[in-house]
């Protein structure tokens, strides 16, 4: 993008208008700016003092200076210098801020080059700050010169700088003219410090408090903002890096500067002494001094005469004068210091890469006129005169001098006769007489002809009127800079532009001179377009130049991307040579890799075998060496196999076959596997579930292989209740289990519905909430069942308890269940009988030996008869009970 804006710059009309062609023209004037004004390519300048210029980054481009400088450092690799003169107010100070800018917003940035930029930007205000003051043309004038370094590596950002300072205005601290006021810093330190900074340098916040502030008369300027430049000086402080400790010794040396100027004196006989020691406290705390040793210098001198030591008292004038060369002194030192303090903040430290270059950029002091005008100023103002007698002698004379080394005829040496400084004058009265800026003795009036010689002429400049005599050797100079040539040593111009031309492309090998002429015939420049001199060419025209270096910037694209496309495809043959050479390299190593790792599975394979087949014959003797093979692989392949065919749970009882060696070994795994898996089964089980669990594991140990119907209950969860909740079906106590059963009486075994009811103590016997029969647990016999599928069982009590009325006989759907709660609740799991075959116990009538011998259960149109354990239909009346039947 950069540098398709330099080139669109240079294409459109001309970029530094001093090379027009008709320079003299003011309609060519206007019409180069329309053309670069619209294609906002705008030659920029402004007053300050009319509107406030905001530069954006595309705008910052038009900077042709700041531009041009550093492309010549960068493609030509030399050290540039941009020194910016002109009167105060001309805008020098605004425009170095710009350079700096532009060369921070368009150069290569990374984290420390960003560091740098913004301490090389930040470094103007803290500067200006310290050394610019408002003088009486000029709001914010420079009253110092700065000279500053900014260094660039390879890649062209910036990274690192150096200020030099030159002259500091430090009367300009104890005395300003009328309308003028001293340095900012003490303005925006009074107006925009913190009270608190304020309190502890003693100071209040009122410039008229200060001597030092007040011989301008002009503590306030509608320009500028105090308040706000505090606040701007203090982070720009912090950005450069100055610490705490820093900022603290710097104020204070400040604040001491404007207690020094309130430093009174009285006197008496001659003598001076300081009236008030308020003064002397503040500056003793805020330059860490002596009170004392301060008073006695402020009031006396010393003396040294013939090697002695005198102290001699100061009168009241000599004690202000030294007063005020303190203060001067005290300021100047600090400036100093801000200096280096900022030098080193911005300087380049890395010794290992110290090829750098430079843009230097000279601010120096404008030119300025006061009604009282200090030794500073003079200096100040002679250093300007120099510095434009420089820029003379390096634009004017040292062109013509160029010319005449070269052997350069001038244009007026071209005149018809003798060329003299007189032909020169009658030449200038013949194109500028009627300018009304131009006067000679030949053309003025008869008082301008009296203090005018013949041999004279005057110009009227902006700052007044000048008399210029011809005998100075004013023609040549004129006319050299007139002509707008351009020298070239370039010997560069052939290495600049023998790309232009096949003949000098890619080298000329005979003479400079010779490929010079070759260069420009194939240009197709005109005679009256250049000259050669001795060992340069003059090239007369800007639009010649123009073209040359835009044929230039155009062969620029073509050799480049020759020379990409030749480096590309050099770097690809190289990257691709070395990939083939690799390649052969790798695959060659890992070729023999596999071979050699092929040809060890075959050794091994061999080997593996053979040990295989021995230990197969040898697999039924004792370990030894010929079957350990076998024997371990046996081993393994089995657990390997068990491994991968574990059961899955505790129900699940398959188990690999072991071979005959690991037959012990496989039966504790499968214990120690089921064990494991039973411990984590019961890991997880809830209480509920554990409970649950614990019945199941009773009715397993009492009726497992025992009854028929069993297997049958193992599934069915075991409950708390079988009883429905309908009022006076349960007692008020809540008992351990309740289930309805059939009990059978003892006369004549007539089945009647009962409830059984287990508590704490015993075993209860209820018929709609009545009690009918309690069995305590104690006096409970034992149980006997029998091995079949019937619900029958038989409580069994003493007899000869009258309250127990003998055994009871019960009948359950849920047998196994309640059979299971009663014996976990009466703690009877050893009591319980279960009798083979059909119920049959001693005591029982032989009628109920027949009732439980062939039980009948009443369907809806038979009876089913079991006769031990065979059953058999027989239909029969339903009126008829089980009494009535004739087995």
């Not at 007053?47 to 700041?66: G, P």
């Not at 050290?79 to 710009?98: N, P, R, V, Y």
């Not at 009022?727 to 008020?732: I, L, T, V």
Request: proline share 3%.
């Amino acid at each position: 993008m950069m540098e398709s804006a330099l080139t669109a710059r240079d294409r459109v009309g001309v970029q530094d208008f001093v090379l027009l062609e008709n320079y003299t023209s003011e309609a060519a004037f206007i019409e180069n700016l329309r053309k670069r004004f619209k294609e906002n390519l705008i030659y920029v300048t402004f007053d300050k003092y009319m509107f406030e210029f905001i530069f954006y980054k595309n705008l910052m481009k038009a900077y042709a200076v700041s531009d041009n400088a550093y492309r010549s450092m960068r493609t030509e690799r030399k050290d540039q210098c941009i020194l910016i003169s002109g009167e105060s107010g001309a805008g020098k100070t605004e425009a170095s801020k710009k350079i700096l800018q532009y060369y921070a917003v368009t150069c290569p940035a990374s984290e420390h080059v960003q560091t740098i930029k913004d301490r090389l930007l930040q470094s103007n205000p803290v500067l200006e700050a310290f050394g610019n003051a408002k003088t009486l043309r000029n709001d914010n004038s420079s009253r110092f010169g700065k000279y500053m370094d900014i260094q660039f590596d390879f890649k062209g950002a910036p990274i690192g700088g150096h200020i030099i300072n030159y002259l500091l205005e430090k009367s300009r601290v104890v005395h300003q003219n009328h309308g003028e006021r001293n340095f900012h810093i003490f303005y925006q330190m009074i107006e925009g410090g913190e009270e608190d900074l304020l309190r502890r340098l003693g100071l209040e916040r009122n410039t008229q408090q200060y001597q030092y502030l007040v011989k301008g008369n002009c503590p306030k300027v509608s320009s500028i903002n105090d308040r706000s430049d505090w606040k701007v000086v203090r982070k720009a402080l912090t950005v450069i890096g100055f610490n705490d400790d820093d900022v603290e010794e710097l104020l204070n040396i400040i604040a001491s500067v404007l207690h020094l100027g309130n430093v009174q004196y009285g006197e008496e006989e001659g003598h001076s002494h300081i009236a008030s020691d308020t003064q002397i406290k503040y500056l003793s705390r805020l330059l860490g001094v002596n009170g004392t040793v301060l008073t006695e210098a402020l009031t006396h001198k010393k003396i040294i005469a013939k090697g002695e030591e005198l102290v001699s008292p100061l009168n009241l004038e000599q004690a202000s004068s030294a007063r005020d060369a303190l203060s001067k002194a005290v300021y100047g030192r600090t400036f100093t210091w801000l200096v280096n303090k900022i030098n080193a903040s911005l300087e380049y430290k890395d010794e290992a890469h110290s090829n750098f270059s430079v843009i230097g950029l000279l601010d120096i002091y404008g030119f300025e006129v006061f009604q009282h005008n200090s030794f500073e100023q003079f200096c100040i103002n002679y250093c300007n005169e120099k510095l434009q007698q420089l820029f003379i002698e390096l634009t004017l004379k040292s062109e013509q001098d160029e010319y005449e080394a070269e052997g350069i005829t001038d244009e007026e040496c071209l005149r018809p006769g003798d060329a003299s400084d007189f032909t020169f004058l009658e030449k200038l009265e013949n194109t500028m007489g009627g300018h009304p800026h131009f006067v000679t003795h030949k053309l003025g009036d008869g008082k301008t002809r009296k203090v005018m010689g013949r041999e004279e002429f005057r110009l009227l400049h902006y700052a007044g009127e000048v008399n210029y005599d011809v005998n100075d050797g004013f023609s040549l100079n004129i006319y050299s800079t007139r002509s707008g040539s351009k020298p070239a040593a370039f010997f560069c111009c052939v290495f600049r532009y023998k790309s232009l031309c096949p003949e000098t492309w890619p080298n000329w090998n005979g003479k400079l001179s010779d490929g010079v002429s070759t260069l420009v015939k194939h240009l197709g420049y005109k005679p009256e377009e250049y000259k050669l001199g001795r060992s340069k060419i003059f090239i007369r025209f800007p639009k010649t130049l123009f073209a040359t270096e835009e044929a230039l910037e155009s062969r620029k694209h073509g050799l480049a991307t020759k020379l990409q496309a030749g480096w590309k495809g050099y770097r690809q043959r190289t990257k691709y040579q070395k990939l083939r050479s690799s390649a052969i390299v790798i695959q060659a190593w890992w070729r023999g890799i596999l071979a050699r790792r092929k040809a060890d599975r075959r050794r091994q394979a061999a080997y593996t075998i053979r040990r295989f087949i021995k230990g197969f014959i040898y697999r039924h003797k004792e370990r030894c060496p010929e079957n350990e093979y076998f024997l371990d692989y046996v081993r393994y392949a089995f657990l390997m196999k068990l491994h991968r065919n574990l059961p899955k749970n505790v129900l699940d009882k398959s188990w690999p076959a072991p071979p005959a060696a690991l037959a012990e070994a496989s039966e504790l795994l499968r214990k120690m596997c089921m064990q494991n898996m039973v411990w984590s089964y019961c890991k997880k089980m809830n209480p509920e579930w554990k409970h649950q669990m614990e019945q199941k594991m009773v009715a397993s140990e009492i009726f497992k292989d025992k009854k028929d119907n069993y297997p049958q209950s193992v599934p069915k969860l075991f409950v708390g209740t079988r009883l429905s909740k309908r009022r006076g079906h349960q007692p008020q106590s809540h008992p351990g289990y309740a289930v309805p059963v059939t009990k059978y009486d003892r006369k004549g075994y007539k089945p009647r519905s009962r409830q059984l009811l287990l508590t704490a103590d015993s075993a209860v016997i209820v018929e709609e909430g009545k009690l009918k029969q309690r069995i305590d647990y104690g006096s409970l016999k034992g149980i006997s069942v029998s091995s079949l599928s019937d619900g029958l069982f038989v409580l069994h009590v003493p007899s000869e308890d009258n309250k127990q009325k003998g055994d009871v006989v019960l009948q359950s759907e849920h047998v196994i269940e309640t059979l299971t709660k009663i014996a976990i609740c009466a703690d009877k799991i050893n009591s319980i009988n279960i009798n083979q075959g059909s119920l049959v116990e001693e005591g029982f009538s032989d009628e109920f030996l027949a009732i439980s011998e062939y039980l009948v259960t009443r369907t809806s149109r038979t009876f089913l008869l079991v006769l031990g354990g065979r059953a058999a239909h027989r239909t029969v009346p339903l009126h008829l009970q089980p009494k009535d039947l004739d087995f």
